[in-house]
């Protein structure tokens, strides 16, 4: 469970969406939980001791799953580099999951053996953390490794592997600088805090320091940094404390302490005057940004300042919303969040400028916003749901015993930053008891000061990120920098003498640990019912926290976009935002919002989805929310253009995007125009006939697609399916269907044979390609599948696979390249994706074709990748089902591909039964290298020319042709 400033995420995600259909009988509803009730329900009980080296432990018990969090998280971040050094924490970082002394090989080896998931390693300003979670059985191995690499690291840090990780950072940092907004960072860090200031630079570091980092140099920052009385352990799952006492002294006793470290003096800088700056990127419009610094999280204005920019643009129903977004319409969309470090923090009000609208007006306008909510501060009710949303994120979080945001992040951030494990505890209390005059004082106090005033307008850049450090996304933002992570997130993921002396040998550490018996998936018992008008509703109970999630599933997708009009299905799903016909857009986000409760409508390329997180207090008038946002959209005439201008928006966004461009390509070309899956497959269509779009378009198509026939019902949480059919039976189970046929998508439609080419679309001073190779394969996705999936695992479908070892591991030139098959209903595809530097575009495409054919020549599945493969994929599925939004995925899964219930616990045989005979035969059926098309985005000025050799036809493109 994320600490407070990580939750803003709960107030961005309560998006609206709902369908046409009768008026429901309007029911008086039980009010919504207390928030003191809610705050009680979030608790994360733990033991702490530490060892006579300084190592902090904390162990949380949690019997639900066979599962163990391993955290460790080291008080160690980019604002402890001094100058000349920047990047080094996020460096070394890098190097930590190069093997140690006793553990030679990746470190993610071992890990895939026993199923770990959630594994990765972040660094922010203030920390660096490495985390796993892993079968009980196999918590020795984790401890193992994580020992290993604190106390018996150097001498496994070899030049070779510094040059490879320097490169492998250096592409993490273009891959960010070549998104849009993605020399943001840049400009929060060096204006808000001056020169010499530790959070004056940002955590990925310059080019030129990166360049002159020495053996040397990281050696001694492991000696400064990583000894022992500088971290903290966190322990959560299935462990106890007895247990962990004996296996972390194990372990990690013999490790001697490492030097006193002195936290470097932060302070909370004002400007001395407003500070304005605009700068030009590839954006879709213009942006404008008021930005200050703020105290750290540990200061008692943290929390009410939270509040206040929940309030004021966070929430659905923000003051910036209805005054900019829906009243007066001059932006398309608004953001407000307060993200607090350690130390300092940052404050950061945002406004997209409507097209067509003058970006100085909104700029007036968003000023006068800010004035009048420091004036006024909020209201009562504001804080209750901004307090409601919170905590429904908060409650969510403690099914997750790890990862990126589980209990073992509350706890340790707890420990690091505040000596104290429990402070979650301290920011609920705050939060349950701020008031509007202390909420309003503390947002006069903080916003009363001069602020940085940051424009970006579309255009060419004047300037790169060679000589700065950091990147963020675009987007509504909840956070203003992420940690850079050694995983790359846009691929779905996720000695000599040390001069801390030698470390004893009271563990054997000749050997990896032997994996302790594993505990089979159990997954939860699967039961079914049909509600009064026939829909099939399919239940798992699952008790964990008190909450209860809901998919309604139809059957369309964006593959049921008329072709002659893509971008329908999105342009409804906006419009249905903003309100049902008894419930306006305002009055229908406040009452989401008071509940706790997040309701939104999403699709891919099979199905749409609406989908509801209810407390389960709030259960029954959530569920009413619900079934009046699927069945009575208001279709507000007045709204379209408002819906509109944000979909065009969204659309120039994603053609500035080169990910995005890649992908738009690709996918016409695979499946050809007229099939359902030959479309761009963000579903946004384009600007032709979104702009073309009427009011009656939009509801023709939700009365043909969305209808009681053809929907499904997922319900995974805290009740019971006698209790949640009674309360489905009052809401959606008196829809009727129409007396009109259900309408049917055309998959018989001819898929053109390949034409191997080579597509080249030029983005100007890219300092990154996107290379895509792809080619539609003869499998479905109902087919059996699990030999052909861990063949393209073994290629290039996980971080240990043989073409991202090559490119980002031994070239050095991606920080992460991978293959997938897609997960669609009919014909599949298979895609590789390499993000790679501009200089090594055609090198890149030669290294794919190389290690493709051998794959599927004499090079097949070797015994060691067979047996990762085997023991990750057998191992990992207990982990892969932790918490409630797992396990509704997994019902999803086996509903939409006809599985059989057990189908999960029956993986385990299937992939044990697997040969490498078998795997090598699959991946030579569908795969080739002859009959791939690819697509590059980047500076065609330095690209084409590197791709005379490759014996493609290349041919320049865009996106209208």
């Known amino acids: 469970m994320p600490r407070f400033h990580r939750f803003a995420l709960a107030l961005a995600v309560t998006t609206s969406l709902v369908a046409a259909g009768p008026v429901l009988a309007k029911t008086k509803q039980a009010a919504p939980a207390p928030i003191a009730d809610l705050v009680k329900a979030v608790d994360i009980p733990y033991e702490a001791f530490t060892l006579d080296n300084g190592l902090r432990v904390i162990v949380h018990e949690d019997r639900k799953a066979p599962v163990v969090a391993v955290s460790v998280w080291y008080r160690v971040g980019s604002k402890h580099e001094p100058k000349g050094k920047t990047g080094f924490a996020h460096l070394f970082e890098h190097l930590m999951f ?60 070899t030049q070779e592997k510094l040059d490879n990780q320097r490169g492998v950072v250096q592409n993490e940092k273009r891959q960010g600088d070549n998104n849009p907004y993605g020399l943001l960072r840049y400009e929060i860090f060096e204006n808000l805090f001056p020169t010499g200031h530790p959070y004056h630079h940002s955590t990925i570091g310059s080019m030129g320091d990166l360049n002159t980092a020495s053996l040397d140099d990281v050696k001694k920052w492991f000696s400064d940094n990583y000894g022992p009385n500088n971290a903290v352990l966190v322990l959560a799952g299935d462990v106890d404390v007895a247990t962990a006492k004996t296996k972390v002294q194990q372990w990690f006793g013999d490790i001697p302490r490492g030097p006193a470290i002195t936290a470097p003096k932060v302070s909370v800088p004002t400007l001395p005057a407003p500070l304005a700056k605009e700068v030009k ?26 509040m206040a920019m929940a309030v004021l643009g966070g929430l659905s129903s923000s003051r910036l919303d209805n005054a900019l977004v829906r009243k007066d319409p001059v932006a398309v969309s608004v953001a407000a969040f307060a993200q607090s470090f350690e130390d300092a923090g940052i404050l950061l009000i945002q406004a997209d400028v409507k097209d067509g609208v003058d970006p100085a007006l909104v700029g007036k306008r968003l000023d006068e916003e800010i004035a009048a909510f420091v004036a006024s501060g909020p209201t009562a009710d504001e804080l209750q749901r901004s307090a409601a949303s ?71 850049r004047t300037e790169g990120g060679e000589n700065r450090g950091g990147a963020v996304t675009a987007g509504k933002m909840t956070e203003a920098v992420a940690p850079d992570r050694y995983w790359n997130p846009a691929l779905g993921d996720i000695g000599p003498d040390t001069g801390i002396g030698a470390a004893a040998s009271i563990a054997d550490r000749s050997q990896l640990p032997a994996v302790a018996d594993l505990t089979a998936l159990d997954f939860p018992a699967i039961e079914r019912t049909k509600l009064k008008n026939g829909i099939e509703v399919i239940f798992a109970r699952r008790t964990t926290v008190p909450t209860v999630n809901v998919a309604v599933s139809f059957d369309a997708g964006y593959a049921a976009d008329p072709h002659s009009a893509l971008g329908t299905q999105s342009l409804m799903l906006s419009l249905m935002d903003e309100g049902t016909t008894s419930l306006d857009s305002i009055a229908f986000a406040e009452a989401k919002e008071r509940l706790g409760a997040q309701i939104d409508g999403s699709a891919n390329a099979d199905e749409t989805v609406f989908s509801l997180f209810a407390l389960k207090p ?133 898929i053109p044979a390949p034409k191997p080419r080579i597509l080249l679309f030029d983005r100007p001073k890219s300092p990154q390609s996107v290379i895509m190779a792809g080619k539609v394969i003869d499998a479905k996705g109902g087919d059996e599948l699990e030999v052909l999936r ?77 047996e990762r493969t085997i023991n990750g994929s057998v191992r990992e599925l207990p982990g892969s089902f932790e918490t409630s939004g797992d396990v509704l995925g997994g019902l999803r899964q086996i509903v ?60 320049t493109v865009t996106l209208n042709n």
Request: charged share 20%; glycine share 8%.
């Open 98 to 157: 190069n093997g140690s002394e006793n553990s030679p090989g990746d470190f993610f080896e071992p890990l895939q053996q026993v199923g770990a998931t959630d594994s990765n390693g972040t660094t922010n300003v203030d920390r660096t953390n490495y985390f796993e979670t892993v079968p009980t059985g196999a918590l020795d191995r984790a401890l193992f490794l994580e020992s290993d690499r604190m106390g018996h690291l150097l001498g496994a840090v």
């Open 618 to 750: 709030n259960l029954s008038a959530s569920l009413g929310l619900l079934a009046d946002y699927i069945r009575n959209p208001a279709f507000d005439a007045k709204e379209l253009e408002r819906v509109r201008a944000q979909q065009l928006n969204r659309l120039k966004a994603e053609l500035n995007n080169p990910n995005a461009i890649a992908s738009r390509l690709m996918t016409p070309v695979l499946y050809g125009a007229d099939h359902p899956y030959g479309i761009p497959p963000s579903g946004l269509g384009n600007a032709a006939s979104v702009t073309a779009a009427t009011q009656g378009q939009l509801a023709a198509f939700h009365s043909a697609w969305i209808r009681p026939d053809n929907a499904s019902i997922f319900v995974v949480g805290d009740t019971t399916l006698a209790e949640v059919k009674k309360q489905l039976d009052a809401t959606l189970g008196q829809w009727k269907a129409p007396k009109t046929a259900k309408p049917v998508k055309n998959f018989d439609i001819a």
């Open 390 to 460: 919170y905590l429904a994120g908060a409650i969510s979080g403690l099914e997750s015993v790890g990862g990126f945001g589980g209990k073992a992040v509350a706890l340790a951030e707890g420990a690091l930053y505040s000596n104290d494990p429990g402070y979650y505890k301290v920011e609920l209390d705050r939060m349950a008891k701020a008031t509007p005059e202390q909420v309003k004082a503390v947002a006069n106090k903080w916003l009363s000061r001069p602020a940085f005033s940051l424009t970006y307008t579309p255009g060419e």
């Open 281 to 306: 990127d590839l954006v879709p419009t213009t942006r404008i940004y008021r930005m200050w610094s703020i105290p750290g999280l540990n200061d008692a204005d943290a929390v009410p300042l939270q």
């Open 896 to 955: 939409k591909f006809g599985r059989p219930d057990n189908y999960y616990e029956t993986l385990p045989a299937t992939y044990e039964a697997m040969t490498a005979a078998e795997i090598d035969a699959a991946a030579r059926k569908v795969l080739s290298t002859d009959d791939l098309v690819y697509v590059i985005v980047g500076d065609a000025a330095v690209v084409k020319p590197q791709l005379d050799g490759l014996g493609l036809p290349v041919e």
């Open 790 to 866: 861990s063949a393209n695992d073994i290629f290039g479908g996980n971080f240990l696979s043989r073409f991202n070892t090559n490119l980002r591991e031994t070239k050095g030139w991606s920080y992460g390249v991978r293959s997938r098959i897609s997960g669609d209903k009919d014909r599949l595809n298979w895609v590789a994706v390499a993000p790679v530097q501009a200089d090594r575009t055609g090198d890149s495409i030669k290294e794919l074709q190389i290690d493709l054919k051998s794959f599927l020549g004499d090079k097949g599945v070797t015994k060691d990748e067979l």
